[in-house]
């Protein structure tokens, strides 16, 4: 069997660690398909450098994702490698391919949260582009052969949405194990450059002089679900008693981030908020052992990959009162309303007073072990062969 794999969002963070991740285990322990993947021409050749495998056959493509091109170049070129299934692996799939197909839904945010205020577009292009974009990802998963939800909480918005059928959605958990990100055959680390978006480069932490247990964590985007704005309005509150403490935010550059800067300055604690930008996994890791607590605090989230990150790390998860985060985390988080900047800022106080059972540490760190990157790729290669059977 021949199989494809779009792999155009592969330098980016999210999905992207997703992909790196799953093509990693697939050529390990799949011993008699063939893959064929599909990469932007732009990251050709980083990713021939560092993925080599005799059953890998690499497609440069000068289409991007959400693109016009998309729609109408990309299924020929699908059907031109004569494949037995395609795997998109993000909402973005040119519904004119006829061909098999499985679909990963990470997540449905925009359908509740809408990105308007980053874009490039004038308004009303902007909402027709969010009707085209819920049009395709309808229409891509009532055709695909099987959908793969990284959650039952996104499972159950995916029925609701996308009017498709429980029997249809298989969940597959994503993975946090820090055996398969410091592995030495892992292409992110032998250069921590490669998956980076353009013009950004990672922010090498040991010139921050961040304090040991002085500082909460953040990691993600800023959009707008992610709640950030009532993270600083909370830890604004929280220095009132801890005025030494920092808050250390991690995530690609952007508009929105550009923005929380702004509102850091408002609130009066920009000096103690530091924004980190991008960084490696192996400073990540450093962050996450020194922290207080990674403070998670979404509206919405469809799987909460740093919170599991976090607990490989024995690190104190605070996170918000969710499906998403319950599921995933259980019972090792201390949650709180995300609505409410009191119970945020109350339970950074608790965990900065270290008023909390040391145990929920040892049961987040064996609670992660339950989910992997092999795990998810197995069950991913069953979908596979399920969908062609």
């Not at 945010?109 to 490039?120: E, L, N, R, Y």
């Not at 996104?154 to 249809?168: F, Q, Y």
């Not at 709640?227 to 009132?240: D, G, T, V």
Request: glycine share 4%; aromatic share 12%.
């Amino acid at each position: 069997m021949t199989i494809g794999i779009d792999c155009r969002l592969i330098r980016q963070t999210g999905v992207g660690r997703y992909i790196n991740n799953l093509i990693e285990n697939l050529l390990e322990i799949d011993k008699k398909n063939n893959y064929v993947v599909f990469v932007r021409k732009e990251d050709f050749d980083q990713v021939k450098f560092k993925i080599k495998n005799l059953k890998l056959k690499i497609i440069p493509i000068d289409i991007s994702w959400h693109s016009f091109r998309e729609q109408t170049q990309f299924p020929k070129i699908l059907e031109s490698q004569k494949l037995d299934l395609v795997h998109f692996p993000y909402f973005s799939v040119p519904i004119l391919y006829k061909g098999p197909y499985v679909i990963t839904i990470h997540d449905l945010i925009i359908h509740h949260f809408p990105t308007g205020k980053a874009s490039t577009l004038p308004g009303h292009l902007y909402i027709l582009k969010v009707l085209v974009y819920k049009y395709v990802i309808k229409k891509a998963a009532q055709k695909a052969r099987k959908v793969i939800s990284v959650s039952n909480s996104t499972k159950e918005e995916a029925i609701d949405h996308l009017n498709i059928s429980s029997d249809k959605i298989r969940v597959i958990y994503e993975g946090a194990d820090t055996e398969n990100r410091n592995h030495k055959s892992s292409p992110q680390m032998r250069d921590p450059d490669w998956k980076l978006p353009a013009g950004q480069t990672p922010n090498k932490i040991k010139n921050l002089k961040l304090k040991n247990k002085n500082y909460f964590l953040y990691v993600g985007n800023a959009y707008p679900h992610k709640n950030l704005e009532s993270l600083i309005k909370a830890f604004s509150e929280f220095r009132k008693y801890f005025p030494k403490a920092e808050l250390v935010l991690s995530g690609r550059e952007d508009f929105f981030y550009k923005r929380l800067r702004e509102y850091a300055k408002k609130m009066k604690t920009d000096e103690n908020v530091k924004f980190l930008g991008f960084v490696s996994d192996e400073d990540l890791n450093l962050l996450y052992k020194k922290t207080v607590a990674l403070v998670c605090p979404s509206f919405m989230e469809g799987f909460g990959l740093p919170a599991l990150e976090a607990m490989t790390n024995k690190c104190l998860v605070l996170a918000s009162n969710i499906p998403a985060f319950h599921e995933v985390l259980k019972d090792n988080a201390l949650y709180f309303d995300p609505y409410s900047i009191s119970d945020i800022s109350e339970k950074m106080r608790t965990a900065y007073l270290g008023k909390f059972d040391k145990e929920i540490l040892e049961r987040g760190f064996k609670r992660s072990k339950e989910f992997s990157w092999r795990k998810m790729s197995e069950e991913t290669l069953k979908i596979y062969e399920e969908s062609i059977g």
